[in-house]
């Protein structure tokens, strides 16, 4: 039987982290003793205090459909939290609770980009990005940076990607694969470029705000007054809370954009998970400290990777300042032969560790960085040395 499927998923591209875990799990299930430092997920389990919210919540029969944008007390909670960590001042009618910060930024750049309207991706990039504007119909496009400026664009880069056709600009940080930290004097250095031209928006990505290290402090970009109207900042729960299966995003903006991103919910997915809704009220308002434990070890996990990963000749290791991945440059290796493997690229040098030295990565050509790849310290310390005692073995 045929299979005619839409021309809009036949153009979506398959997640490529999602891929490198399935590729994993096959040779897993083979009898390999594969080592998996591909996903986003911190390793902890949710703090206490948030579950017993959500037992509680359960207990008290909260069963029913939330509304959609979100239950008004948690609404109010976000709030606090917007002016507490960001020195944002959004009132309820502006904020939009969903099922992970996925579906707030899709959600968005379904709301904002019509077909043919480009969006910029600052490279690295999430990967899901440009498949929610291909899925859009927008154009994607990226602005490339590398180790060199420690994976930021400069104001130059921003000012000469810009067209009449640009709508919006996809902002990450702390970033996700690179762990960079842009500061407040950088994003106002880019700030300045979107000034001369009032029809682009801004989408910040905060999702890692409270996993950073070193002392430096995340910058909100709606915190620049110029571009306040015209920014939405997204965060979640999953990374600094250990929450990735309850599956709670939200998002802070514009008022007219929280409603076109209500309504289209509304015909979607309506409000998300009621317990989680609950449990988030307890999160979002708990003080940073309560979660200090995990950033600690994530940091300790931090140093120790980037000191092994040093050791190894052909890496070049960023600092990462946030999130809890490392993404060295391995372009040293492209055009050599491995144990008689010709590596031409990061995807066949992240195929090779999986297969020869049984540890999963990422390719940076995912994230719009062709020279690296993406290692994640979110997984117990003695598999991240095992991990990298193996890849030095595979590369020697
Ligand atoms: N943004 C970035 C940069 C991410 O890394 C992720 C998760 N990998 C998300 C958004 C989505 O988060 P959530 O699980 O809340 O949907």
Same mark, same amino acid.
């Given at each position: ?219 909100? +970009? %709606? ?9 939405? =900042? *997204?965060? @979640?729960? $999953? ?109 066949? +040098? %992240? ?9 999963? =990565? *990422?390719? @940076?050509? $995912? ?30």
């Amino acid at each position: 039987m045929s299979q005619p499927l839409s021309e809009r998923i036949k153009s979506l591209p398959a997640s490529a982290t999602l891929a490198m875990a399935a590729k994993a799990r096959e040779l897993k299930i083979e009898g390999k003793d594969i080592i998996g430092l591909s996903l986003g997920e911190p390793d902890f389990n949710t703090p206490e205090f948030i579950k017993e919210a959500a037992i509680e919540a359960i207990q008290a029969n909260y069963n029913s459909y939330s509304p959609v944008d979100g239950y008004a007390e948690l609404k109010d909670a976000i709030c606090t939290k917007f002016k507490r960590d960001n020195g944002l001042a959004y009132t309820p009618n502006q904020i939009v609770v969903s099922t992970g910060a996925k579906q707030s930024i899709a959600n968005v750049v379904q709301v904002l980009i019509n077909p043919g309207d480009d969006v910029l991706l600052v490279a690295p990039y999430w990967v899901s990005y440009s498949a929610m504007v291909i899925l859009a119909e927008g154009n994607p496009i990226e602005i490339r940076s590398d180790i060199k400026t420690d994976f930021k664009i400069t104001p130059e880069q921003l000012e000469n990607a810009i067209t009449p056709k640009t709508k919006l600009v996809m902002l990450n940080s702390p970033n996700n694969p690179s762990g960079s930290m842009y500061t407040k004097a950088e994003y106002e250095a880019l700030a300045a470029v979107l000034e001369k031209h009032p029809s682009i928006f801004v989408l910040s990505d905060e999702i890692y705000e409270h996993i950073n290290y070193d002392g430096v402090t995340p910058f909100s +970009f %709606a915190a620049i007054p110029s571009m306040y109207e015209r920014t939405v =900042t *997204v965060n @979640g729960l $999953a990374k600094a809370f250990a929450m990735t299966g309850w599956r709670i995003g939200y998002l802070g903006g514009p008022e007219w954009i929280a409603k076109a991103c209500t309504k289209i919910q509304g015909q979607v997915t309506s409000g998300t998970n009621c317990i989680a809704q609950r449990a988030a009220i307890t999160a979002v308002l708990a003080p940073v400290s309560k979660i200090q434990y995990m950033v600690d070890e994530f940091d300790f996990r931090r140093k120790r990777i980037i000191d092994l990963l040093q050791d190894i000749e052909g890496f070049t290791v960023n600092v990462p300042k946030g999130a809890f991945y490392v993404f060295p440059d391995i372009s040293f290796f492209f055009g050599k032969k491995l144990n008689g493997t010709l590596i031409e690229n990061a995807s066949d +040098f %992240a195929m090779y560790l999986l297969e020869e030295a049984n540890v999963a =990565t *990422v390719t @940076g050509d $995912a994230f719009g960085c062709p020279n690296n790849i993406r290692i994640s310290y979110a997984a117990s310390l003695e598999e991240i040395e095992e991990a990298i005692r193996r890849i030095k073995e595979a590369v020697s």
